[in-house]
Nanobody
Framework: QVQLVESGGGLVQPGGSLRLSCAAS????????MGWYRQAPGKQRELVAA???????NYADSVKGRFTISRDNALNTGYLQMNGLKPEDTAVYYC??????????????WGQGTRVTVSS
């Protein structure tokens, strides 16, 4: 079991930057994969960026070149650096992790969400 606490959202102007943080509770269990999703008004939740335990990353086409996902395993914290923000990025952003309980089983956990609003 892992509890996720997100922070870093807010109101920014187009072209601005934000860094989202996702802090996981201390646990003896390891985190395999971490990702950031977002859900805009009237739309379904979509994957923004993901990072594996090996450090491999992938991004939605809409954010490539602007967003960077990273993780600090020592701090059990993930980050999403968002640069060049656009109004289309306005959404509630959710952290998601896949936690390994045993060699054969995993569970996933979601953060509470942090709101990002990009507007002039």
């Amino acid at each position: 079991q892992v509890q996720l606490v997100e922070s870093g959202g807010g109101l920014v102007q187009p072209g601005g930057s934000l860094r989202l943080s996702c802090a996981a509770s201390t646990s003896i269990f390891s985190i395999d994969n971490m990702g950031w999703y977002r859900q805009a008004p009237g739309k379904q939740r979509e994957l923004v960026a993901a990072i594996t335990d090996y450090g491999s990353t992938n991004y939605a086409d809409s954010v490539k070149g602007r967003f960077t996902i990273s993780r600090d395993n020592a701090l059990n914290t993930g980050y999403l650096q968002m640069n060049g923000l656009k109004p289309e990025d306005t959404a509630v952003y959710y952290c998601h992790v896949v936690v390994r309980l045993t060699s054969r089983s995993t569970v996933d956990s979601w953060g509470q969400g942090t709101r990002v609003t990009v507007s002039s």
